[in-house]
């Protein structure tokens, strides 16, 4: 006897769940636009970064049946956490990381892939144009080529190093020709510069609502997929447990130097999304149908504390 499909099932394998996501997450976007602004940079970013999220899914097979829950968990995920006031830098820095995935991939089990190489790192250069402290990811993505992607050699090796500098090989001549090459010096001073550790008086109720339930989906999808591996195909999992370790280690840097928790966030989010589609297409039964419910019910109050924070920034 078949089980009748739950709700979870039915929006997971719903062909109009991503466009309906997508309509609802622009008309927050739009509306909160009006009366924040400019904001609409940041949502030129994040409809692109959503593209290259459908692209990761459907180039590397994420999900084994039609799904699109992929994207629809990022597009949900970075509304909700990146509204009312979006960072410029995030928004770099969440497009350049799904575009390292995008391309990294490509280089599954070749140790001669200094092109794909180069360009996927050249990526993580631009997003150190921003935000110079995801040059702390490099020796772990460099351990991501060892073990998962199964591309690491010598060659390999110099073609990151030369994507990472391309980037400022051209900012360079930018700084020299406008006369600030202190505002180089300046920008490249801030990857040793730890601030104060554990210093949380910047970081917002907000941030700490998100990062809390960022961080409990990130846990629920990772065991969830680590529990049911084995269906998936072998380079699918490499996939699945880098964006695991990638997230935990995205976790560890915002407990570290929280007053990055949006750049951070933002990479997390790029890594979950993943993970807990994986969990809502797959799983059955009432329990996670209640969860996925739930998931929706936290999510839609956390939206509707948006109008709240606008009117105290106006009142401030």
Request: charged share 10%; glycine share 4%; net charge positive.
């Amino acid at each position: 006897m078949l089980r009748k499909k739950t709700f979870q099932n039915k929006v997971a394998a719903s062909r109009y769940a991503l466009p309906v996501t997508a309509t609802l997450a622009a008309l927050v976007w739009v509306a909160v636009g009006f009366l924040v602004a400019n904001i609409w940079v940041q949502f030129a970013f994040t409809i692109l970064s959503t593209l290259l999220m459908v692209e990761l899914n459907n180039h590397n097979s994420l999900m084994r049946t039609y799904s699109r829950m992929v994207s629809c968990s990022f597009l949900v995920f970075i509304t909700m956490t990146s509204l009312p006031t979006p960072s410029f830098k995030a928004s770099i820095v969440t497009m350049c990381s799904i575009a390292f995935y995008l391309i990294i991939w490509n280089s599954y089990q070749d140790r001669r892939a200094a092109g794909w190489t180069f360009y996927a790192f050249f990526c993580v250069g631009l997003a150190s144009l921003v935000f110079i402290q995801v040059g702390y990811f490099l020796p772990f993505l460099w351990l991501m080529m060892m073990v998962f992607t199964n591309s690491f050699s010598i060659r390999n090796l110099f073609a990151s190093l030369i994507g990472i500098i391309i980037p400022y090989w051209f900012s360079a001549g930018y700084y020299a020709y406008t006369n600030n090459i202190d505002g180089l010096v300046s920008h490249l001073s801030e990857f040793i510069n730890y601030h104060e550790l554990f210093d949380y008086s910047r970081v917002t109720d907000h941030e700490v609502v998100n990062l809390i339930f960022i961080t409990i989906l990130g846990i629920i999808g990772s065991i969830h997929f680590l529990h049911t591996a084995y269906a998936d195909k072998i380079r699918t999992r490499m996939i699945y447990e880098s964006f695991t370790m990638v997230n935990f280690v995205s976790l560890a840097f915002i407990i570290l130097q929280p007053q990055h928790i949006k750049e951070l966030g933002s990479i997390m989010i790029v890594n979950t999304a993943p993970l807990i589609a994986h969990f809502i297409t797959y799983t059955k039964g009432k329990i996670t149908n209640i969860m996925f419910i739930t998931m929706l019910v936290i999510t839609v109050l956390i939206l509707l504390a948006i109008p709240e924070k606008l009117k105290s920034s106006y009142l401030k």
